[in-house]
């Protein structure tokens, strides 16, 4: 169980994979604009990286190992990436048009969002089992969605700030992401992991 609770801990805070390993850089400089979409992308990447990672540990140990043929696991955690995220697409347009529209290109490009096809890339590196492999992709989910929806209300503050000119648009939300990331690394000490 402590291992469970590092791993989550761990993912939200510690090893975002924003903030620490820099993925997922596009989605979150593309959708944290709004609130309302950073919530709506954060939900999804949290659905899909908990669904990748889920699908991803099964068919890594129970096909890829079995049959020799580890070598295919790119290509095949991407596939299957992408056919969740088709998934996604397809139940957001229908439940919430709103949040689809809201999301736009971001949403199909969360097939090649690289912080989700890192997750399953880092769950297989760290050997997770079963349960820490989910684990990690939910908690992956979250710091993603705890970074883009704290970065879209900060977003949302700046266009209302006296921000000198050269900086407006993507080179203050990258100055703050910076910072964030700085502040972020406080944590490291939180747990070894």
């Known amino acids: 169980m402590k291992d469970i609770v590092t ?3 761990s993912a939200i805070l510690i090893n975002n994979l924003v903030l620490y390993y820099f993925l997922g850089i596009c989605p979150f400089l593309g959708v944290s ?3 309302e979409s950073a ?3 954060g939900m999804a990447v949290i659905f899909v990286m908990t669904l990748a990672n889920t699908i991803s540990w099964l068919i890594y140990h129970l096909v890829l190992i079995k049959l020799g043929i ?5 290509i095949v955690f991407i596939l299957s990436i992408a056919s969740l995220v088709q998934i996604v697409e397809m139940v957001v347009k229908r439940f919430s048009p709103s949040l689809y529209k809201s999301l736009g290109i971001f949403l199909p490009l969360i097939t090649v969002n690289c912080a989700i096809l890192g997750s399953t890339l880092f769950m297989i590196a760290k050997d997770y089992n079963f349960i820490e492999a989910v684990v990690y992709g939910f ?3 979250l710091g993603f969605t705890l ?5 879209a209300s900060l977003r949302e503050d700046l266009d209302y700030a006296d921000v000198p000119s050269i900086f407006k648009g993507a080179a203050i939300t990258l100055i703050t992401t910076g910072l964030f990331a700085l502040v972020f690394m406080g944590f490291s000490g939180l747990i070894s992991a």
């Open 7 to 9: 791993i989550f801990i």
């Open 33 to 35: 604009a709004k609130i």
């Open 147 to 151: 970074i883009i929806v704290i970065m």
């Open 139 to 141: 908690s992956g989910g």
């Open 70 to 74: 580890t070598f295919l696991t790119y």
């Open 39 to 41: 919530l709506g992308m």
